[in-house]
């Protein structure tokens, strides 16, 4: 089984301390594949992880639990419905 690591995406200090968005990394036999949670709510390859870790991502990521991760999923799909 893989290890996954999960990160919430939050706007750079001094602003509003809302989730954003999620990601998450899997360490897998090849490497990591990191991947976000897109507006559709299905997981795509995204750069976000890496780009923070060098500093140049203008947000701030904060690893958290899977179920934590699972929760604010549940929050990204009825705020989602909402929109509807």
Not at 37 to 57: C, K, N, Q, T
Not at 78 to 84: C, F, G, L, P
Request: no cysteine; net charge negative; glycine share 8%.
């Amino acid at each position: 089984m893989s290890e996954v690591q999960y990160y919430v995406l939050v706007p750079s200090l001094g602003s509003s301390r809302a989730a954003s968005g999620l990601a998450r990394r899997t360490y897998a036999e090849a490497g990591p594949i990191d991947e976000s949670l897109s507006p559709d709510l299905s997981w795509r390859p995204d750069s976000a992880i890496v780009e923070w870790e060098y500093g140049d991502l203008g947000a701030e990521l904060v690893k958290i639990g899977e179920q934590e991760a699972e929760t604010l999923t549940e929050a990204f799909r009825a705020r989602r419905e909402r929109r509807r």
